[in-house]
């Protein structure tokens, strides 16, 4: 049968009262146990945990990330009413005047 654990003797045995984490815990531990015995183990190992670690990094600045892109949206929508109210009320421009030549005298 899959998934079904073995003891000593070779037999089945069933873990009753186990839900499916609590067996998917126990058969993870028993792998870790048995690969760690392996030559080159501890380097994979120390790999795996600073890729975590690299990844709860990532993590934690994503969350950071989303937090700004919030605080972004607000701000856009602010200048957008503010740039929208400037244009309605903003003052006309009074029209260039040429400036008047300057004559020469001559001498």
Do not use: C, Y
């Not at 120390?46 to 994503?62: K, P, S």
């Amino acid at each position: 049968m899959a998934g079904a654990s073995t003891g000593p003797s070779g037999k089945r045995k069933d873990l009753p009262g186990k839900d499916v984490v609590g067996r998917l815990s126990d058969l993870s531990e028993d792998a870790i146990h048995r690969f760690s015995g392996a030559p080159g183990a501890d380097r994979l190992l120390g790999a795996l945990n600073v890729t975590r670690e690299r990844l709860d990094e990532l993590q934690r600045r994503l969350r950071g990330v989303d937090e700004l892109e919030k605080r972004v949206a607000v701000l856009e929508r602010k200048v957008d009413k503010l740039s929208k109210a400037g244009a309605a009320t903003a003052p006309r421009r009074a029209a260039k005047t040429k400036p008047k030549p300057t004559t020469k005298s001559v001498s």
